[in-house]
T-cell receptor, first 114, second 115 residues
Framework: DGGITQSPKYLFRKEGQNVTLSCEQN?????MYWYRQDPGQGLRLIYY???????QKGDIAEGYSVSREKKESFPLTVTSAQKNPTAFYLC?????????????FGPGTRLTVT | AQTVTQSQPEMSVQEAETVTLSCTYD???????LFWYKQPPSRQMILVIR??????QNATENRFSVNFQKAAKSFSLKISDSQLGDTAMYFC????????????FGQGTTLQVKP
């Protein structure tokens, strides 16, 4: 089955620790995205990558880092510099095209930092 | 800045009835794309429908249709014959014409379908 996987579904960390969220896709998509979702708010873009070994900051990149060493993988690290890391994190991917493709989403990871 | 506004935080509808969710957006672009996504309690984001701004015809997908008013920058979603499985949060999203593929989301509307 083609799709996007995110693991784990729930993640708990102590304040001050870095944590890495996994995102893998087997859709052969070039572009991948990370969003954050807070209660009562829409999705906000953290980072995105259009091609391997290249990525750009989104609207709320502070306190986060990413890597894109493989086409299939786009892990997100939530660092201790992120002031409010508790949130629901969604990964998405799409083909790289100016034709306006939709994005396909993974099931998400709920991160709780205490 | 490009923004998307969903002015209805919560809505409810009786099963089998029709409901319309509102979305407005702000942009100076002429060619762009609009989407409606559904997020059920499982929190999986599912694409419901898409609309290309250069197309005058409103998009339709089974029980889901849109009313796209380009001049008014309005993009509402109509759900006909509502089903219990339509209970979800619905997000309107705008994609500018650049090739970054970035989506700008509205705040969402929580829809409850009542039996």
């Amino acid at each position: 089955d083609g799709g996007i996987t995110q693991s784990p579904k729930y993640l708990f960390r102590k304040e001050g620790q870095n944590v890495t969220l996994s995102c893998e896709q087997n859709l052969n998509h070039d572009a991948m995205y990370w969003y954050r979702q807070d209660p009562g708010q829409g999705l906000r873009l953290i980072y995105y990558s259009q091609i391997v070994n290249d990525f750009q900051k989104g609207d709320i990149a502070e306190g986060y880092s990413v890597s894109r060493e493989k086409k299939e993988s786009f892990p997100l690290t939530v660092t201790s510099a992120q002031k409010n890391p508790t949130a629901f994190y969604l990964c998405a991917s799409s083909i790289r095209s100016v034709a306006g493709p939709e994005q396909y989403f993974g099931p998400g990871t709920r991160l709780t930092v205490t | 800045a490009q923004t998307v506004t969903q002015s209805q935080p919560e809505m409810s509808v009786q099963e089998a009835e029709t409901v319309t969710l509102s979305c407005t957006y702000d942009t100076s672009e002429n060619n762009y794309y609009l989407f409606w996504y559904k997020q059920p309690p499982s929190r999986q984001m599912i694409l419901v429908i898409r609309q290309e701004a250069y197309k005058q015809q409103n998009a339709t997908e089974n029980r889901f249709s849109v009313n796209f008013q380009k001049a008014a920058k309005s993009f509402s979603l109509k759900i006909s014959d509502s089903q219990l499985g339509d209970t979800a949060m619905y997000f309107c999203a705008f994609r500018p014409p650049s090739n970054t593929g970035k989506l700008i989301f509205g705040q969402g509307t929580t829809l409850q379908v009542k039996p």
